[in-house]
């Protein structure tokens, strides 16, 4: 699908944009277009991967709809990474998330419709699901738009891809503990009861390719992810980097906007989502897209009211099988 065509990574300089173009430089794409409004990331991303010509690094913002309008010509797939992604940050400054992740969001599409892009995934977040956090509100509108897309053109499809947390990505709580644990000998938790989505870097760009390959356009894909208590995450980490050494856990409280369980299927949801296999489900839309309700006839329905964090949680040496998995246990 992806060999000698032209692609777009907007926000391609973070750790899902790093572990993307590996996968996909092995595709052998003609070129890769890196969009993103950090220099210095671009910098350091275009040293590590400086012996490979099909990369090219663009500066630019999303915000900005003629960069984006530029960057999109001659595209044939269009990841669309770019958003502001820490609940803190979107709740207390909301307009610029609002200008990131929706306005930004609408850009991209006008861009790939009027560049007769092929297809534009976007990323999406277990927090768009019954939002709670402002953060959550922009990526649930972002997907809105994008699935509304569909109707505006035959010619781009346009495909959401839902996921919860990925391992070992910027301000990941594993680096968080690990810092404490080794510096301080003291971590500090939400909350212990809480639980979270997560899954590898890898294998999140694997699951990401396949809805890609095999999207109609207009729907949503949602991961099947494991499930843990951050407090089990914790243990995990401690054990291995202070065996013989007391760490102190404290517990923080709820910042705001968070919430203890995240979902990445809603209660109303669920009526109009499928189970497509047994990594993914695929929520359909609500408004009518010509030949998706056909193309996923034969799929049987959910037999979940929700999808939540809450169930289905995997144990202490399941969490560390994981970390090994993923090279984040020396």
């Known amino acids: 699908m992806f060999t000698n065509k032209k692609i777009l990574i907007t926000g391609g300089t973070g750790s899902w944009g790093h572990e993307l173009v590996s996968q996909l430089l092995e595709k052998k794409p003609k070129e890769i277009r890196v969009f993103s409004r950090n220099e210095s990331s671009q910098v350091s991303m275009s040293r590590k991967f400086e012996n490979d010509s099909v990369l090219k690094f663009v500066i630019g913002d999303v915000r900005d709809k003629e960069a984006v309008f530029e960057a999109s010509k001659g595209i044939d797939f269009i990841f669309h990474l770019a958003a502001l992604k820490h609940v803190p940050v979107c709740e207390y400054q909301p307009l610029e998330a609002l200008k990131t992740n929706v306005y930004g969001t609408q850009n991209v599409i006008d861009a790939a419709i009027a560049n007769g892009v092929t297809k534009v995934i976007n990323i999406s977040t277990d927090k768009a699901a019954n939002p709670s956090n402002f953060y959550g509100f922009t990526k649930a509108m972002g997907e809105k738009l994008i699935i509304n897309a569909n109707v505006l053109t035959d010619k781009t499809k346009f495909v959401c891809v839902r ?168």
Do not use: W
Request: hydrophobic share 35%.
């Open 163 to 330: 996921g919860g947390n990925v391992l070992g990505t910027n301000g990941s709580v594993i680096h968080v503990f690990k810092h404490g644990i080794k510096t301080k000998s003291k971590i500090g938790i939400t909350d212990k009861k809480m639980t979270r989505f997560f899954l590898t870097i890898k294998d999140a760009i694997k699951l990401l390719f396949k809805a890609t390959y095999e999207s109609h356009g207009g729907e949503i894909f949602v991961m099947k992810m494991p499930t843990c208590k951050i407090i089990d995450l914790a243990r995990v980490l401690i054990d291995q980097y202070s065996p013989d050494k007391e760490v102190d856990i404290e517990e923080l409280g709820i910042r705001p906007g968070e919430k203890l369980h995240e979902l990445l299927l809603t209660e109303f949801e669920s009526h109009n989502t499928i189970v497509y296999d047994n990594e993914y489900f695929v929520i359909l839309p609500t408004i009518p897209i010509e030949g998706l309700m056909e193309y996923y006839e034969d799929f049987p329905k959910v037999d979940l009211d929700t999808y939540s964090s809450s169930d289905n949680i995997i144990s202490y040496d399941q969490i560390k099988t994981m970390l090994k998995d993923g090279g984040f246990l020396e």
